[in-house]
């Protein structure tokens, strides 16, 4: 789930990157990208890839608008090489009219709780939750006003 940025290091040389996203022009302007392709996931979860032939799964700020995420984190364990790992990051802001209401109701520790009981019903292992702040701009770190939310989930395939 990409779009003009890929949240990726920069310094780092990467076999290949693929992207998924909805909005062409994006996916285009993503310089990290090899190759992309559009494909509304709350339409067809079914991804274009071949199982055990992805080695890092990397979402960022997607998954809470996922309406079928059991079907997707399935497909997910599919395409993942063995070992490989997905991490899911998201934040406290959203798009909140296409939310579910686990989302617009729950904390961020139920966040944690339905992304690790979907993935666990998937066969994902090894499944890791970190919930940290940024530093606040200088003035207000100060006096200890913190920095957005950045919120976690990594898992595993088994072998």
Known sequence: MSSWVSHLPKDVKYKEVIGHGLNRQELIANQQLNRHWIQDLNRSQELPLGKDTIDFILIVAGWQYLQEPENI???????????????????????????????????????????????????????????????????????????????????????
Do not use: M, Q
Request: glycine share 8%; aromatic share 16%; net charge positive.
């Open 73 to 159: 984190a399935e497909e997910l364990y599919r395409i993942s090489k063995p070992n490989g790992i997905l991490i899911i990051s998201f934040s406290n802001r959203a798009f909140w009219n296409k939310c579910p209401n686990i989302w617009l109701n729950g904390t961020y520790k139920e966040h944690f709780e339905y992304i690790n009981s979907i993935l666990i019903g998937a066969g994902w292992e090894n499944i890791r939750n970190t919930a940290e702040s940024s530093k606040g701009l200088y003035p207000f770190n100060i006096i200890g006003i913190k920095g957005d939310p950045f919120f976690c989930v990594t898992a595993n395939k088994s072998y």
